[in-house]
Each structure stands twice: as structure tokens, then as C-alpha cells.
């Protein structure tokens, strides 16, 4: 079950946490995975882990909110029957604390990288009979979060997004549906307590952990399992739907 034999894959953001994880993933279960990222030492060191498991692949580094790299990227790589946009920053702050700048740089890398990678991807997938699309969405698409303005307002439109593409292409054979997963261990967790709770890592991790009604965060391969059960052909009657894997902090935490 959930075998990708033959599947070409491409994963934005496959450098590193989530998206490396969903990379060897895919690979693991035979497909082709192209790994993208903005930092190309990070990709081809993910290529590397595929490589040792005995996958293949390739990486190639691109900055998703460029729609001539993300273009030439993936005429590049040619046919993809999957896709997971995975490429997102956060920021910390409410709207008085999120300036322009950062209101628009979240916006150009998690709104406009996935419409970046849909535009260039969808009339592959029209001209090769079909594809699926899995977009990370968050939590913060769904409930309220402290200090996360500009972050949830880029959630928000990744759910939308998803909605919309199902509907255009579910008669082309394209099945496209998001996720939304709560907090996550990741590197980027652990640099984030770092940098904002210095001499504190270890209780703010606790605390943050706590903050999710099952006890703990996720791990980025429990993310990656849902999204290699979304690309596969058992999950081909499932499109424009949402996935909370959230350890009940939606439906939990009021």
C-alpha cells in the first residue's frame, strides 16, 4: 500500500524539517523526488540521505516567491504527478508589530510561492492526465493565534487556495487538498527558542509542547505520513479537504 513507483515528486522547502522528512518519505515508498529549496547545500544534503537509503532524486535551489526561477525550475524537471508545497517563513507579532516589510515578505513566500509552484505545475499535470497537490495550510488557518497576524493571514489563503484549485481541476484528474499541522519539532522550533528565550530552551520547549491538548509537538515524519497517504492512489477519492494533524488543538482547546 501507498507505493509511489513511478511517481515524479517535487517538494518545495525539502531542505530541511517537514520537507525533508516528506522527501525521503516519497523516495522510501519509490517515487522520484526532486527536492526544492531556497538553499541549495540544504537540498542537495537531503538529496544525499535519499540517496543513502537507495532513492532517487535530485535537488535544486530556488526562491519559490521568484516566478522565473520557480518556471525554470520546473521545466526542468519536466512531469510531476506530485507536488507538495511545503515552502513557508513565520513571523512573530500583531498587526501593529508587523510592518510592511514583513507583511509582505510572508506574503510573496507562502501565498505567492504556492502560486508560483501551482502556476507553472498545473498544465504539466493537465498535459500528463493528472497529478495531486498537498499544501501545507497550519492551524492558524482555523482558529485564532496570539501574535501571528501576518503568518495567519498566509495560512488563511493556503486554505482558499486549495479550494479553489480542487474545484477548477477536479475534472482534469488533479486532486489537491492542504494540511494543517499544529506546533512541530523542527530546527526552526528549536532556533526560535533559542534567539527569543535565551537560558530558558528547555522550559519554553516544555511549556510550548504543553500548549497541545496530546502533551507534545509533532515530528515532522508523522507530517510526512500524512501527506505520502494524500500522493498515493488510496487516497484517490479525497480532494479539496483538510487535514487537521494537530493533537486535538483545534477541536480541544477551547
Do not use: W
Request: aromatic share 6%; charged share 20%.
Amino acid at each position: 500500500m501507498f507505493r509511489l513507483d513511478n511517481k515524479i515528486a517535487a517538494v518545495t522547502g525539502g531542505g530541511s524539517g517537514i520537507g525533508r522528512s516528506v522527501c525521503k518519505v516519497l523516495a522510501q515508498q519509490g517515487a522520484i523526488v526532486h527536492v526544492v529549496d531556497v538553499s541549495e547545500v540544504n537540498a542537495k544534503q537531503t538529496l544525499e540521505e535519499i540517496a543513502a537509503a537507495g532513492g532517487k532524486g535530485a535537488a535544486h535551489a530556488c526562491n519559490v516567491s521568484n516566478q522565473q526561477q520557480v518556471l525554470e525550475v520546473f521545466k526542468n524537471i519536466g512531469r510531476v504527478d506530485i507536488l507538495v508545497n511545503n515552502a513557508g517563513i513565520a513571523h512573530v507579532g500583531n498587526v501593529e508589530k508587523t510592518s510592511e516589510a514583513d507583511f509582505q515578505k510572508v506574503f510573496d513566500v507562502n501565498v505567492k510561492g504556492v502560486y508560483n509552484c501551482l502556476y507553472a505545475v498545473i498544465p504539466v499535470m493537465k498535459q500528463h492526465g493528472g497529478g495531486v497537490i498537498t499544501n501545507l495550510a497550519s492551524i492558524a488557518a482555523h482558529v485564532g493565534l496570539t501574535d501571528r497576524f501576518a503568518y495567519s493571514m498566509s495560512k488563511g489563503a493556503v486554505h482558499a487556495i486549495t479550494l479553489s484549485v480542487a474545484r477548477d481541476y477536479i475534472h482534469d484528474n488533479i486532486r489537491c487538498n492542504s494540511i494543517s499541522p499544529a506546533r512541530v519539532h523542527t530546527p526552526f522550533v528549536d532556533g526560535f527558542i533559542a534567539k527569543n528565550y535565551p537560558g530558558r530552551e528547555k522550559e519554553m520547549f516544555e511549556k510550548l509542547s504543553a500548549s497541545q491538548p496530546i502533551g507534545r509537538m509533532g515530528t515532522t515524519d508523522e507530517i510526512a505520513q500524512l501527506i505520502l497517504y494524500l500522493s498515493s492512489d488510496e487516497a484517490s477519492f479525497i480532494t479539496g479537504s483538510d487535514y487537521a494533524i494537530d493533537g486535538g488543538f483545534i477541536t480541544l482547546n477551547n
